[in-house]
């Protein structure tokens, strides 16, 4: 992770289906394959499922997994679907997280997203207290633009508490972070986990005829999330990616998923799957490396605008 002593798997594995559309023992089947196959980072967050994915991870680690084996990660900083990165909000969130995952530490905290009406230099003094009190051993934002990335990593470097993490949306459908957050991090030694590599199942390539029913896009609660992609632009990108993977003879998902993964700057990209079958496909992109033409073309397909002053 960035320049930090942090160790995690160039994948890690998502929870935001656990404890609601994953029962318990589909994702002891997803935890137990992705372990097997060499991952080692868990992502979760208390706003999943209310708290349920947590549960679920916490069960599994008293039952059946060593809490040795996996880099666990969770986020504080949303609830009831309100923002609050203050203090007492965050602390508070931290404890409840502690308790259903029946730890008594995270490897890595974020706060979730940003809060305009919180102070950062508040949200930073949670971040450096969880640190020091050793209920995390390292900590991160999630979804923060760059200049806020710098400013609370400048913060916590104060008193040698450092920012070990970013964790941002990034895909062949979602590329913004290399106009700014990329560079940034990449200068302050702030490793990148990707979340939604696969822009949020699109890439995958199920969505190109229809919406399946079993889907996220099909899903009450999830059909919001996946929607912005469902674009004619999307479509061209999908088509892109389809057509690399026939020629490489292996799956859309394994191309886009190799894509971020290997992307520069990104420690790891975080994958979510809805059933352990769904885990194999990505799991099975370990062994793909994009020939260069193929990585170039992607490149040029999806290329982000740029503009004064970022432009180079």
């Not at 599994?60 to 309100?82: F, N, Y």
């Not at 051993?137 to 400048?154: D, E, H, K």
């Not at 030694?189 to 199942?201: D, K, Q």
């Not at 190799?258 to 809805?274: K, Q």
Request: one cysteine or more; a negative charge.
């Amino acid at each position: 992770m960035g320049s930090s002593g942090l160790r995690v798997s160039s994948v890690g594995l998502g929870t935001m289906t656990w404890g609601r559309d994953t029962d318990e023992h589909e994702a002891a089947e997803q935890l137990r394959a992705f372990l097997d196959a060499g991952g080692t980072l868990v992502d979760t967050a208390a706003t999943y499922g209310d708290g349920a994915a947590e549960e679920v991870i916490g069960s599994l680690l008293a039952e059946t997994m060593d809490r040795d084996e996996i880099v666990l990660c969770s986020k504080s900083g949303v609830r009831g679907g309100r923002i609050d990165s203050s203090r007492g909000a965050l602390l508070d969130s931290l404890e409840e997280s502690l308790a259903r995952l029946g730890t008594d530490h995270l490897d890595l905290w974020l706060v979730h997203a940003p809060d305009p009406g919180t102070p950062l230099r508040e949200t930073v003094s949670a971040l450096r207290h969880a640190v020091r009190t050793g209920r995390t051993r390292y900590v991160g934002l999630s979804n923060f633009p760059a200049w806020q990335i710098a400013t609370a990593a400048a913060q916590l470097e104060e008193d040698e508490t450092f920012l070990t993490a970013a964790q941002m949306e990034y895909s062949l459908l979602q590329r913004g972070i290399e106009r700014e957050v990329v560079p940034a991090a990449q200068a302050l030694g702030v490793g990148i986990l990707a979340w939604s590599p696969l822009g949020r199942g699109v890439l995958s390539g199920k969505y190109r005829r229809s919406v399946p029913a079993d889907s996220r896009a099909a899903s009450p609660h999830l059909r919001g999330f996946v929607e912005p992609y469902l674009t004619q632009e999307a479509r061209g990108v999908v088509e892109a990616v389809a057509t690399a993977a026939e020629g490489l003879g292996r799956s859309p998902v394994e191309v886009a998923l190799a894509w971020a993964r290997d992307a520069e700057g990104i420690a790891s990209a975080i994958v979510g799957a809805r059933t352990p079958a769904q885990l194999r496909g990505s799991l099975a992109a370990a062994d793909l490396e994009l020939p260069r033409e193929i990585r170039t073309v992607l490149d040029e397909v999806t290329a982000p605008s740029w503009g004064y002053p970022e432009r180079r």
